[in-house]
């Protein structure tokens, strides 16, 4: 058993997510979603997390006897985390609310959904914890969404994308020549995916590519891409299929932007892009760091 102070502490040490504040985009999107439902958030969850949007969500017992690893809160992933936990267990997410981005070959996604309150107040009646990670866990290079992917790759990091004040989301690397023919199979398998979302141009020699885990579908940092030499640009999201007037807006604008590309645009999903460095780089820091058994919950679809 770990104390859970502990493992905040540790947390905090390499992603100083304190230090970087209020996340900007889940300072927004949590009270968009709660409020409407009049679900009192500001209550139900820890104080320090009703500031930062980051961190400890919901708190258990003091001792940590395992670990859960999960990108997004869906119902099958709570489902299995209140099912197969004990009372001190912690589950560990990038997000700390569903987002529905769409399927590129079915659903368009309804975009931001609250985790039902029944499942809020199960976890607290067995006394388990929740901590979310959002852009602390974008930013690191040493443990990091698009650095786990690059590292899956082979790839060298030779500069960076999305950057603000705290860090930056996106990479530009060097890979050993390869085809986007190659990337496509290469990120289906890796990913798990039954089909990539493949736009732009077909090359058949890449050398530099741009990777954006997440919502990467974002034209200004596509066209950065480009200009900084990317040949191809991978991401979790290419178009925005998010079935209201936000989505349909951005899809013509991608659209817009695919039409005079010189990249080749390859998705593999929000939440699979982002899973993968729960399975790879978190599980062994845990593993490593607090010397705790490790429990994967990958989605059973990726692609919504």
């Known amino acids: 058993m770990v104390e859970l102070k502990r493992i905040d502490h540790a947390i905090d040490e390499l992603f100083t997510y304190r230090k970087i504040g209020t996340d900007p985009a889940f300072s927004r999107f949590i009270p968009m979603v709660y409020d409407p439902i009049h679900f009192n958030w500001r209550h139900e969850f820890e104080p320090e997390f009703t500031k930062l949007f980051n961190g400890l969500m919901l708190r258990g017992d003091e001792e940590v006897k395992r670990i859960f690893l999960a990108v997004f809160p869906t119902d099958e992933v709570l489902e299995r985390f209140i099912s197969e936990s ?23 996604g309804r975009g931001f959904i609250p985790i039902p309150p029944h499942f809020i107040q199960q976890m607290k009646k067995k006394r388990l914890s929740v901590f979310t990670l959002h852009v602390p866990l974008d930013y690191s290079r040493k443990i990091s969404t698009s650095d786990a992917w690059g590292k899956a790759l082979g790839a060298k990091v030779v500069g960076e994308l999305l950057k603000d ?34 736009q732009g141009v077909i ?13 990467g579908d974002k034209v200004e940092t596509m066209i950065e891409a480009e200009k900084m030499g990317a040949e191809a640009y991978l ?25 005079q590309t010189s990249m080749s645009l390859i998705g593999v999903s929000h939440a699979a892009s982002e899973y993968l460095v ?23 679809k990726w692609w919504v």
């Open 235 to 259: 991401t979790g999201e290419v178009h925005c299929h998010i079935d209201n007037e936000y989505g349909k807006k951005k899809y013509e604008h991608m659209k817009c932007y695919i039409a």
């Open 165 to 198: 004040d705290n860090g930056a989301c996106g990479i530009l690397c060097q890979i050993a020549p390869t085809s986007t023919e190659e990337l496509i199979v290469g990120s289906t398998e890796l990913f798990d995916i039954p089909y990539a979302d493949v």
């Open 86 to 108: 004990n009372p001190g267990d912690l589950l560990f997410m990038h997000h700390p609310i569903v987002m529905e981005c769409g399927d590129p070959k079915g659903k368009w």
């Open 278 to 300: 729960h399975a790879t780089q978190l599980k062994n820091w845990f593993e490593v760091n607090f010397q705790l058994p490790v429990t994967l919950l990958p989605q059973s």
């Open 203 to 215: 090359h058949k020699n890449i050398t530099k590519i741009a990777i954006v885990a997440g919502c």
